[in-house]
């Protein structure tokens, strides 16, 4: 299966696996960066309060209706709404398939400048794989996002709102100070995760680690040897990152306790 | 009830429904709350005391009834303004001259005691943050924890964090005080400090409305004792009236099982 020959032919197309790195990680990165302000904007229109049809719910000396379909339409939050079918939608499909129609069908016929970033790195293939792994990191930081502001006790908005401060200053400095604690870690978390969910996207002709595999064989005849590669690579990507959040998350949660 | 000069909250039929009625966890229940008073308001659990109490402030939206503050109806979503219009009404405005007090004291774990007690002040009444700091110290002084300032939350007792909790709430300078089971979250040795910087506050006058299962401290603190069940104000009076002179069999019935 692995020969000494195979790995010295595979060797000599290290520079690729080199590329292949700094192109996954970099790849990640922008996906975390922008995925999570895409899920910031996702998370404030599931949290929002916004009802445009709030009047509906009340009766004619202003006070909230019993019941019925008028009060539920009152309730109604579109924000929330397109939101929420966003992340449920995101979240229930491929990320190959999201991949695939975002290169092909989205940005098909969009002429993409066809630079190199670092001289290496194909602008037209990296840029629908970073779209496509945003978006669908986006959704599930967004349910990060949410949880974590949603897990500070009730009483800590109570409190903040009987002092007289208004929903917008409780949740500047009560709620999302406390939450920012929690959703950190996860957030992290969704980096290792992107880091390996990464690799579908040597399927568009992105030259991240998987990319360099696929190179090397069609190189070499080899597959096991450039296989071996791109697992160390990705396991010594993913596992010190790992445990590197495991410890600062051990170390948050110690002050924290009540 | 007749109109009184001295009222500072009218409470009228005061409704809460769940479930399209199903549940009452308030039935009607109309009362007046005037300058100074010491309500006290007691009742087995699920009688809507809580509920009651926490309508005050609209923690709970009411269901129907009015509860008049200042002269303002704050159950209504929209108030005629001086000008004659209609606005939508800023419950925070209401909010910050009610000072509440909850039975998990609830005191924000990222701050310290001193900052938990600015923040109000500094950021709803845009006082300078030294003159905000220095008050909150006259207070926390008042209550034996000018020491801790700059403790976190999480060092204290429950006994201190609920002191704390009580002068953050004071520091907002309130009409009227809410505490909603104060001392039931409280280890047994911890109730008396509590309930003595409550009895310190009545005695300055403060208007409060306590939540309680301290017989002793309504006795003796209360100037009027409400006794709530099933969502409804069953019986109302003095402390003498309710604990010796009991006359609705409920409270019959309440009062020997707790005294």
């Known amino acids: 299966m692995f020969t000494a020959a195979g790995f010295a032919k595979t060797w000599e197309y290290v520079s690729l696996f080199k590329e292949g790195l700094i192109c996954t990680v970099s790849m990640s990165f922008l996906t975390v960066v922008f995925g999570f302000v895409l899920a910031l904007m996702l998370a404030i229109m599931r949290l929002s309060n916004f009802r445009p049809f709030r009047a509906l719910g009340l009766t004619k000396d202003g006070r909230l209706r019993d019941g019925g379909p008028l009060l539920a339409l009152s309730r109604f939050n579109p924000l929330d709404f397109l939101a929420t079918a966003y992340v449920e939608i995101l979240r229930s499909t491929p990320v190959m398939v999201q991949v695939f129609v975002i290169y092909y069908v989205v940005l098909g016929n969009v002429d993409l400048p066809n630079f190199k970033l670092f001289g290496m790195i194909r602008f037209d293939r990296f840029f629908p794989g970073v779209v496509a792994l945003s978006m669908n990191s986006g959704a599930y930081l967004c349910e990060i996002i949410r949880a974590g502001i949603q897990s500070i006790d009730g009483g800590q908005s109570e409190a903040a709102r009987s002092l007289g401060l208004s929903s917008t200053q409780t949740m500047r400095h009560i709620i999302l100070p406390q939450a920012i604690r929690n959703i950190l870690p996860p957030i992290a978390n969704e980096f290792v995760v992107i880091i390996k969910e990464s690799s579908v996207c040597w399927t568009i002709g992105v030259q991240e680690i998987m990319y360099a595999v696929s190179a090397t064989k069609g190189a070499t005849y080899r597959i096991a040897e450039p296989l071996v590669i791109a697992t160390l690579l990705y396991f010594c990507l993913c596992f010190p990152t790992s445990k590197i959040i495991a410890y600062f998350e051990r170390r948050m949660s110690r002050g924290s306790k009540r | ?259």
């Open chain 2, 1 to 259: 009830m007749a109109a009184n000069a001295n009222s500072l909250i009218r409470v009228t039929d005061l409704k809460k429904h769940y479930n399209k009625g199903a549940i009452k966890a308030l039935d009607g229940v109309t009362v007046d709350i005037n300058r100074g008073d010491v309500m006290v308001v007691i009742g087995p659990s699920g009688s809507g005391k809580s509920t009651f109490l926490r309508s005050l402030n609209l923690m709970e939206e009411p269901t129907d009834g009015s509860i008049v503050f200042g002269g303002v109806d704050i159950t209504k979503k929209k108030v005629m303004n001086d000008e004659g219009k209609m606005v939508k009404l800023d419950i925070d405005l209401h909010r910050r001259k009610m000072g509440m007090v909850f039975q998990h004291f609830n005191l924000f774990p990222h701050m310290t005691i001193l900052e938990n007690m600015t923040l109000a002040p500094i950021q709803v009444k845009h006082v300078p943050k030294a003159e905000a700091e220095e008050k909150a110290l006259a207070l926390l002084d008042r209550v034996g924890l000018k020491d801790r300032a700059n403790a976190y939350p999480i060092q204290l007792s429950g006994g201190q964090k609920q002191r704390v909790a009580i002068v953050r709430a004071l520091a907002m300078e309130p009409e009227v005080m809410l505490f909603d089971e104060p001392t039931s979250a409280l280890d047994p040795e911890m109730v008396g400090e509590v309930l003595d910087v409550m009895k310190e506050l009545a005695h300055e006058g403060m208007t409060m409305v306590v939540v309680t299962h301290e017989m002793g401290f309504a006795r003796e603190v209360g100037n009027r004792v409400l006794f709530m069940a099933d969502g409804k104000l069953v019986e109302e009076g003095s402390p003498e009236e309710i604990f010796d002179h009991p006359q609705h069999h409920r409270l019959q019935d309440f009062l020997s099982k707790v005294l």
